[in-house]
């Protein structure tokens, strides 16, 4: 084994090597030439009829148009020559047209426009001339406009009633806390104080914050079992310092809380909810009372995240239920999946992967029952961006509703309360991201894929028509300076029944009569996608490489997030599988398109989940994968972070997770293995990385792996420029030079 303990100093951290300097030279290069990626300055006028916006050329200039959206019409939004002479009349010096004395435009309703600036404004008038304004950039709110219509941005919303406070809402009764224990004090005769409770301990104790029924009959708060966290030590030798943090591992018994109501005229407590109604919890949150104070909501997730949900306490029956539930055996991906709207206290918005897709519904909250399927089908309802109470309407992004597309294609759709109605506002074969008119009658559509760049279109926000195409861009001078976009390719999984899509990126200089290796980049968290599906210029990971003499690909394999349900699942107690057998399958499939890959040349890299993918790919799939770089990966999930690891491989622990820990598996390493680890990481415990280390040397393996750790250094310190140039270099070493 090589082990290097990297003692770098400060200009060797932060300095660039030869290496990483040529590729930044030749990505700069490439980047004068770029074409712009969004509209910039976007500014909407008071009744959202007219905007302003500018574009950038290489050089750095600005042209500011104006639209007319009504008639959708853009034109300049003024006459460059006149501006600087009226500019230079108004402040008796010359101004240079490229150095204007204002910060931006904004437009007004009549069509004529404001320069603002810090210190000085004008309005453009219709004839050319300025006349002074009060705008100023420092006081300026119209780019803030105040939505007319009730909206929210991914923001839930919870109906509460109650009053969070120690005091009741008829300021009769305060509500304190001692010795672990609930004491309720009459505010008119403190010398009148109930102790409602008794059994508190300071590990088992009733704690805040206080939750009012309207009427001040009742309150809700918290019991809390307590259990002190486990602490993780961090090093770091630079500083010669020590410092201990929180740091749960899975199975780890941690603190929980139940909710309780407390009665203040009968002075006593509700039932604690059965575990039928509240499974043990990971977390619990929110004490919602309903106007009429007779009920008071709570949200949990179980431990474990086999689900989700809403409980309910009926303070006459004094009963509770289960309102809402998300439930499945395997896992719920509550973090990335759970969204809730309550639209009035007696219903809701409600996000569900009942149908195996991520889709929206319309929820009665006294009942629990389905109203209806605001979204549905074989797609993925991925965020909501606004609700409409007015117009009953709900705008979010969906992936996947166009089969010939990308499914990871982002397009921004808009469907009524009842289901009906679902309206694609950015039609098209692209990936699409939005901007609304502050009042949504208007949209700017900015749509590209991986080998386009982007258009910008003005459409209606009702129906997604096309009012105007607002600006082309072209990669025509890139591409005659050599870069390369990436290439699309999909292929199916291990099954034949999902499509597995990703990228290609071939090598820089490219001669058609040599055979590339191929490095994989990997990144297989089964909470997101990764590979890219829109234009982006110089992806670093993908382009460094591919300058390097490698062709590079990248693609999302069963296990990722926003296919549905089934696709996800793969990874059930199986982090281990990170969609290899699609990968494989499909790296193949793309040697028979790009002839020049040689697949008898494949190595892989990634950091974190990434790492522990590129660990399994050497350890399992080693007849394939010739040569791994992994950094700072969590090779052992049951020394890992609880959250992480619990929600993929549950609670409680089984002999699953020894089957997932790369150290299980470390006599079957044949390829060569790059590993390197931040000292001082405090995302993923460096145990993991060391103990993996130990095993590899057990199993004799001395002779196939390099370490380095890299002191001072935090989660991710294998993306330095110094270790991405030895990454590079132990992959020229290990696969070869193009042939």
Not at 36 to 51: A, D, F, H, P, T
Request: hydrophobic letters at 35%; one cysteine or more.
């Amino acid at each position: 084994m090589l082990f290097r303990f990297l003692l770098l100093a400060p200009f060797l951290v932060f300095g660039q090597t030869s290496q990483v300097s040529d590729w930044s030279k030749q990505m700069d290069s490439w980047g004068r030439l770029a074409p712009m990626v969004r509209l910039q300055n976007i500014k909407w006028s008071e009744n959202g009829q007219k905007l302003v916006y500018s574009v950038a050329d290489a050089e750095g200039r600005m042209t500011w148009k104006l639209v007319d959206c009504g008639k959708g019409q853009v034109r300049l939004a003024y006459d460059q020559v006149k501006l600087v002479d009226q500019l230079s009349l108004a402040l008796n010096q010359r101004v240079s047209p490229r150095n204007l004395p204002f910060k931006y435009i904004e437009p007004m309703d009549d069509g004529r426009i404001i320069l603002v600036g810090e210190k000085q404004s004008w309005i453009v008038e219709a004839d050319g001339r300025l006349t002074p304004s009060k705008v100023l950039a420092v006081n300026s709110t119209r780019s803030n406009a105040k939505r007319s219509r009730s909206s929210s941005s991914r923001s839930e919303n919870f109906a509460n009633s109650g009053k969070l406070s120690d005091l009741s809402p008829d300021e009769k009764w305060k509500v304190s806390f001692w010795d672990g224990n609930v004491l309720l004090t009459e505010v008119a005769k403190p010398s009148n104080v109930l102790v409602m409770t008794s059994d508190g301990q300071a590990t088992n104790r009733y704690v805040g914050p206080v939750s009012w029924s309207p009427d001040s009959k009742n309150f809700a708060l918290w019991r809390e079992q307590v259990v002190p966290p486990r602490m993780y030590k961090v090093i770091n030798t630079l500083i010669n310092s020590t410092k201990s943090v929180p740091y749960a591992r899975p199975g780890d018994d941690v603190t929980e809380r139940t909710p309780l109501v407390f009665s203040v005229l009968k002075a006593e407590a509700s039932p604690r909810p059965p575990l039928e109604v509240l499974p043990r919890s990971y977390e619990n949150t929110r004490l919602d009372w309903t106007a009429d104070s007779t009920r008071v909501r709570s949200q949990y997730t179980e431990r474990g995240f086999t689900g989700h949900g809403v409980i309910e306490y009926d303070v006459t029956a004094k009963q509770w239920r289960t309102l809402l539930n998300e439930h499945d055996p395997k896992f719920v991906f509550t973090s990335g999946g759970r969204f809730r709207y309550d639209l009035d206290e007696n219903s809701t918005l409600w996000a569900s992967e009942r149908s195996g897709f991520l889709h929206l519904y319309h929820v009665d909250l006294r009942s629990g029952t389905t109203l209806s399927a605001v979204t549905s089908g074989n797609w993925v309802m991925k965020q909501v961006k606004f609700v409409d109470t007015k117009a009953q309407e709900v705008g979010f992004i969906a992936l996947g509703r166009q089969p010939s597309e990308n499914p990871y294609q982002q397009h921004f759709c808009k469907a009524l309360f009842n289901g009906t109605k679902v309206i694609d506002l950015t039609p098209g074969d692209a990936d699409h991201s939005v901007e609304f008119e502050p009042n949504r009658r208007y949209l700017i559509d900015t749509a590209s894929r991986v080998n386009q760049p982007p258009v910008f279109t003005l459409r209606s926000g009702d129906n997604g028509r096309a009012i105007v195409q607002l600006e082309t861009t072209t990669i025509a001078p890139l591409a005659k300076a050599g870069w390369q976009p990436l290439i699309p390719f999909h292929t199916k999984d291990r099954e034949g029944k999902y499509d597995i899509w990703g990228v290609i990126l071939r090598p820089y200089p490219f001669d058609p009569q040599k055979k590339y290796p191929v490095l994989e980049h990997i990144y297989a968290g089964p909470h997101g996608s990764f590979a890219p599906y829109n234009f982006n210029l110089l992806n670093r990971n993908l382009y460094e490489a591919s300058l390097s003499g490698f062709y590079v690909v990248q693609m999302d394999g069963r296990g990722t997030y926003n296919r549905g349900k089934e696709f996800q699942q793969q990874i059930w107690r199986n982090l281990k599988d990170g969609g290899f057998p699609d990968r494989i399958k499909w790296i193949k499939a793309a040697a028979q398109v790009e002839k020049n890959m040689d697949v008898s040349r494949v190595g892989i890299f990634g950091g974190s989940a990434g790492g522990q993918n590129t660990a399994h790919a050497m350890l399992l799939y080693g007849d394939f994968y010739k040569a791994g770089a992994a950094d700072c990966g969590c090779y052992d999930n049951r020394i890992d972070k609880l959250w992480w690891n619990e929600q993929w491989l549950g609670y409680p622990l089984g002999p699953w997770y020894s089957e997932n820990s790369c150290s299980t598996y470390a006599s079957r390493l044949t390829g060569k293995l790059f590993l390197s680890v931040g000292e001082s990481d405090t995302n993923v415990d460096v145990q993991c990385t060391y103990d993996f280390r130990d095993a590899l040397l057990a199993a004799g393996k001395k002779d196939l792996f390099q370490l380095h750790v890299i002191p001072g250094a935090n989660h991710g310190a294998g993306e330095s420029d110094s270790m991405r140039e030895k990454r590079m270099q132990f992959f020229l070493s290990a696969l070869g030079l193009p042939r």
